[in-house]
């Protein structure tokens, strides 16, 4: 249905073209006011999160997500209970450089990460989502094993996502902990509330100012 509309949208745009004058101001203000009364829509339908389920809180990643999500009023969860939850957020390894990072890199995520991912998807709830997130240098001689590796990670996580009804997560490794922990909370907890120095009203009067003048420039 939503692609039917922005299809339709589309097509209303490009039929601005055929208009003149008045009629084509007052056509553009009403679609403008109509494309984004959608866009709000849209992103309303995300489903809200309020309770959270961090694999590793002892990290500073998942000790800083931990503070991040309850200060904006998620119930943080440690361990898997009798009541599902609205997302499962999963630390993965910090990577560091060298043989040694890496080895520790597979041995934490292969025998400890994997091993929640796949045992923790169950307390999630029909229709919430399984996220992975993880800080760490993917330079050096074996940067490309450690972005090979993730890439067998993210399918774990995708299959386990599938399994379960979710939707996943993957967020690639970022440097620091707060951007991590940025991130992440951008794709639980997406605004959904309208940009309050957006108004559809101003934005429809001042293109009709623009195209009025330049209406006025071209006849």
């Known amino acids: 249905m939503s692609e039917a509309v922005e299809a339709g949208a589309g ?7 055929t208009l003149e004058g008045g009629s084509l ?7 403008i006011a109509y494309t984004a009364r959608r866009r709000l829509t849209k992103q309303r339908r995300h489903r809200t999160v309020n309770s959270v389920l961090v694999s590793n ?5 998942g000790r800083e997500l931990k503070r991040r999500l309850e200060a904006h009023g998620c119930v943080v969860t440690e361990t898997a209970g009798t009541e599902k939850v609205d997302s499962l957020v999963v630390i993965g390894a910090e990577s560091t450089t060298g043989l040694d990072g890496l080895m520790t890199l597979v041995s934490q995520d292969v025998y400890e990460n994997l091993n929640l991912l796949e045992s923790l998807s169950q307390a999630v709830r029909k229709g919430g989502s399984i996220a992975w997130v993880s800080v760490g240098d993917v330079s050096g001689a074996y940067g490309h094993a450690t972005i090979a590796f993730d890439a067998v990670v993210r399918a774990s996580l995708q299959h386990a996502a599938k399994v379960y009804h979710c939707e996943p997560i993957w967020i690639d490794r970022c440097n620091t902990t707060e951007l991590a922990v940025d991130v992440i909370l951008a794709k639980l907890l997406p605004s ?3 940009n309050p120095s957006f108004s559809i009203r101003n934005a429809a009067n001042k293109v009709s100012v623009f195209l009025g003048r330049w209406l006025k420039m071209v006849t």
């Open 25 to 31: 101001v007052v056509a553009t203000s009403a679609l």
């Open 57 to 61: 809180v002892t990290t500073s990643l």
């Open 192 to 194: 959904t509330e309208p």
């Open 11 to 17: 097509l209303a745009w490009r039929l601005l073209a």
